[in-house]
């Protein structure tokens, strides 16, 4: 072993008795330079060999290069001038070697994406300098070209990336209510001021200062949402969820509008959008006007991915367009949005409010052609001013899907 101890006392010694000494003590075969000549002094007590070995050739401007069970010393500029030969042959010898090539049939990765890492750039790239790779998108093929030492490297590294990826359930529930709708779940789901302290408790509650329950989570790193309000529940306080949204929907206080489910890879981006296009006018050539639609929406970007211990990291981008005064080139879009990453357990919830909706207009309404009639249509017509206030709040809840 390296960190065997030596110990060694030369005065004025021949260097090439130096390393038949060590010779003698590694078991190992040392074969010195002709140019590796000189007289060493050196007084070790219980060094680790390899140590000492490396101090004395140091000392005296030497290298050494190893083949299998042969130490070759010599001086370093000898040796580094033996190394560039080496590398050159065995270069001039790949370019001469016959190329081979094989097949690999893909089952859960898709061909092109390997193709394009194997013939990255640079260090990137895992193919040698001859090496050629076809992704066949039809069949999922991956044909490569290489030399045959290096396509048991591609097809070890290929057998790795050709796994299974874990999948993950995203839920969503999109709940339209009155102004305060967030707060009020948040109530009802035990985030109420109860310590003693007048601080908030999180958790089902059972008397002052108690609680049965602790349904918080935490954001990863401290990373708090900006913009619109975020909350985390844990997964026993997304199992009362459904039970609190339907109590609402039952006392006409709130609604699910939309429950929409996908099932994405880990580390893979799920999309769920919600809303409508609205045509305008605009110039699409020269004196010429056409119809084009722009999207008022609500847009869940949510990209999952599962942690060692389970738990699941989401990166959520959330944006909410709707639709804001109307300008002569058509109707203006009023726009909200947070990006934000946050570290939840299996089956916990997102919970993201702050996203408010209005309804602001006219009603009128008349009596049948005596609600016309100049002047004296106003007898006959009823004009009602409508401004009606809500929230939207959504809930995301990811499940680790385990697989067979």
């Known amino acids: 072993p390296p960190d065997r101890p030596i110990t060694l006392n030369f005065q004025r010694a021949e260097l090439t008795a130096v390393l038949h000494a060590f010779a003698q003590f590694t078991k190992l075969n040392i074969v010195a330079s002709e140019r590796a000549r000189g007289q060493v002094t050196l007084r070790l007590d219980r060094v680790p060999w390899r140590t000492a070995f490396d101090l004395l050739l140091e000392a005296n401007g030497l290298a050494m290069s190893r083949i299998g069970d042969v130490i070759w010393v010599a001086p370093a500029a000898e040796v580094a001038a033996r190394e560039r030969q080496r590398f050159e042959a065995h270069a001039r010898a790949a370019e001469l070697e016959p190329l081979a090539s094989r097949s690999f049939e893909l089952h859960y990765a898709r061909a092109e994406d390997l193709r394009r890492l194997l013939t990255g750039s640079g260090a990137q790239r895992a193919l040698s300098k001859r090496g050629a790779a076809v992704a066949d998108a039809r069949t999922n093929l991956l044909f490569v070209t290489d030399l045959p030492a290096r396509l048991d490297e591609i097809g070890e590294l290929v057998r790795r990336l050709d796994a299974p990826a874990r999948q993950?359930?995203?839920?969503?529930?999109?709940?339209?209510?009155?102004?305060?709708?967030?707060?009020?779940?948040?109530?009802?789901?035990?985030?109420?001021?109860?310590?003693?302290?007048?601080?908030?408790?999180?958790?089902?509650?059972?008397?002052?200062?108690?609680?049965?329950?602790?349904?918080?989570?935490?954001?990863?790193?401290?990373?708090?949402?900006?913009?619109?309000?975020?909350?985390?529940?844990?997964?026993?306080?997304?199992?009362?969820?459904?039970?609190?949204?339907?109590?609402?929907?039952?006392?006409?206080?709130?609604?699910?509008?939309?429950?929409?489910?996908?099932?994405?890879?880990?580390?893979?981006?799920?999309?769920?959008?919600?809303?409508?296009?609205?045509?305008?006018?605009?110039?699409?050539?020269?004196?010429?006007?056409?119809?084009?639609?722009?999207?008022?929406?609500?847009?869940?970007?949510?990209?999952?991915?599962?942690?060692?211990?389970?738990?699941?990291?989401?990166?959520?981008?959330?944006?909410?367009?709707?639709v804001g005064e109307q300008t002569a080139a058509g109707p203006a879009i009023n726009t909200k949005h947070v990006q934000t990453r946050v570290e939840i357990e299996d089956g916990g919830t997102v919970s993201i409010g702050g996203i408010d909706a209005s309804d602001d207009r006219d009603d009128v309404t008349r009596v049948p052609l005596l609600g016309k009639i100049p002047v004296l249509g106003a007898l006959f017509s009823h004009r009602a001013h409508r401004d009606q206030r809500s929230e939207l709040v959504v809930f995301i809840t990811p499940r680790v899907v385990e697989s067979d």
């Open 168 to 322: 993950v359930l995203i839920e969503a529930r999109i709940v339209e209510g009155d102004k305060g709708l967030s707060r009020e779940l948040g109530v009802r789901l035990g985030v109420t001021p109860v310590n003693p302290d007048g601080a908030p408790a999180r958790g089902l509650t059972a008397g002052a200062g108690s609680t049965v329950y602790d349904f918080a989570a935490g954001p990863i790193s401290g990373f708090e949402a900006a913009g619109l309000g975020l909350t985390l529940l844990a997964a026993r306080a997304t199992r009362l969820l459904d039970i609190q949204l339907s109590a609402l929907e039952a006392e006409g206080r709130g609604r699910v509008v939309s429950s929409p489910r996908v099932v994405t890879a880990d580390r893979t981006k799920a999309v769920v959008e919600q809303g409508t296009e609205l045509p305008y006018q605009a110039k699409v050539g020269q004196g010429v006007s056409g119809v084009q639609f722009r999207r008022a929406s609500l847009k869940l970007e949510v990209e999952p991915q599962i942690t060692p211990d389970g738990r699941v990291i989401l990166d959520l981008d959330v944006a909410k367009d709707s």
